[in-house]
Structures are given as structure tokens and as C-alpha cells.
């Protein structure tokens, strides 16, 4: 009896992990151009590029949708590589193996219903709660500001490390500054960027810090905002 309770506090624990795993694998793979490119480009060219912080974050009715799931290969590999780890920490804790397979494929497999769900609004059981409308507004929240909301399942990891944004805060944020301007203390509003331009700019000041020279990162400047005019471009009717 008392291996069952370890096995399922191990599982909660790894659940814990999951949400800064997520976090973690979707801003420095996901949302990063490093080799290979797969995640990067699965995600921010095809995903982003096709659901954005507008209406088309919703797949219509009637229309198949494409590009939400993850790669088949995926949960094998994410067991696979947290194997080690796994196994080192069952043999300093006996019984705490099964519970941490258990409880990395349930977030696994929760996070692909829940994402579908965000994006293709069917009138599932699951869209009554309101924890799932909380879910799909941070996740729709995520499509239009790229450098927030990383977690799409469990938010802990984006209130941990400061990158959890509502639209109460963002409500708050414009009423501070409007404020402000009224207060004569912003001069003036300052056009906002082209939201290419600052998605890319976002994307290698985040996390091309590897950049040696001043030319190596304009050549990733480049490279980003030409894939992200591709898609651009592949999007329009
Ligand atoms: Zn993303
Ligand atoms: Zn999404």
C-alpha cells in the first residue's frame, strides 16, 4: 500500500515538473530557430503562422483541422529522454517509476485534448468549465503576445517565472499608461512596431544571447523574418 502512495506521489510531483517542462521546451525549442528546426518550425512558422491572437485562433466550423497536435514521435521521446532521470531517482525512492511514466503521459495526453479543444471551440463537454475558458483565453493570449503564456495545460511555471499575462493585467497595464499620458508624463504614444518585425525582433533578443558578432545575429534577423514572411505570404487567400 505505502508503494501505491509513493507511485502516485511521484506521478503528482512529475505533474509539478510538467508544467515547467512545457514551459521550458516550448520557449527554447518551440519558439527558438536552433538545430534541428523542427520544433521551431512545426510550432512558430506553421502553428503560429496559421492561428493567430485573432479570430483565426479558432478553427472553423466544417474545417478540418491541421497543425495542432504534436509530432507522433514526441511523448516517446520525452519518456525516452527523461529515462535516466527516472530510473536514478526510483533507485534513491523505490516505487516511484511507474507513477512518474503514469503521470508524464497523462499530462502528455491532457495537454494534446486541451490544446485541440482551445483551437477547435465543438461544443465538447470539457468547454462548459470555466478553468478550461481561463485555459483557452491564456492559450489564445500566447498566439497574440509570443513571449507570454508559454504553458498551455498548467500555468505554474508562467507564474513562477514571470511571464503569466491576463487580460486583467494587460486591462491594467493600458489604464496605467493611458494614465500616464494624461499625466504628461509619457509624452506622447509611441507607434507600435509591424507585428512581424517585432515578433522576430522578440524572438532573437530572447534567445539568440549565442550571437558572437553583430553580424551573425543581423544574418538571424534576416533568416527569422524571412520564415515569418513566408508564412505570411502562404496564409494570404
Ligand atoms: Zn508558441
Ligand atoms: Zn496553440
Known amino acids: 500500500m505505502t508503494s501505491l502512495w509513493t507511485q502516485i506521489a511521484s506521478g503528482l510531483c512529475w505533474v509539478f515538473y510538467g508544467s515547467f517542462f512545457e514551459w521550458y521546451w516550448h520557449k527554447f525549442w518551440m519558439h527558438t530557430p536552433r538545430p534541428p528546426k523542427e520544433a521551431f518550425r512545426g510550432h512558430t512558422i506553421v502553428h503560429h503562422g496559421r492561428y493567430k491572437g485573432d479570430d483565426s485562433y479558432f478553427v472553423p466550423e466544417g474545417e478540418h483541422p491541421e497543425h495542432i497536435l504534436l509530432k507522433p514521435y514526441a511523448l516517446p521521446g520525452i519518456v525516452v529522454a527523461h529515462l535516466p ?21 497523462l499530462y502528455f495526453l491532457v495537454y494534446e485534448y486541451m490544446h485541440w479543444n482551445m483551437h477547435v471551440p465543438r461544443g465538447h463537454f470539457v468547454e462548459r468549465f470555466r478553468w478550461f475558458q481561463f485555459l483557452r483565453k491564456h492559450h489564445h493570449l500566447h498566439h497574440k503576445y509570443f513571449q507570454k503564456n508559454f504553458c498551455v495545460l498548467f500555468p505554474l511555471a508562467d507564474l513562477v517565472l514571470g511571464t503569466l499575462i491576463t487580460e486583467r493585467i494587460l486591462a491594467h497595464r493600458k489604464a496605467e499608461r493611458e ?6 508624463v509619457i509624452a506622447q504614444e509611441r507607434r507600435k512596431p509591424r507585428r512581424a ?33 513566408t508564412v505570411k505570404n502562404r496564409n494570404q487567400p
Open 179 to 184: 494614465q500616464a499620458i494624461a499625466n504628461g
Open 85 to 105: 532521470i527516472i530510473l536514478l531517482i526510483n533507485y534513491l525512492i523505490p516505487y516511484t517509476a511507474i507513477g512518474a511514466v503514469v503521470g508524464i503521459v
Open 197 to 229: 518585425d517585432r515578433e522576430a525582433r522578440e524572438l532573437v533578443k530572447t534567445h539568440l544571447f549565442g550571437a558572437s558578432s553583430a553580424d551573425r545575429r543581423e544574418k538571424k534577423i534576416r533568416a527569422v523574418r524571412a520564415m515569418l514572411k
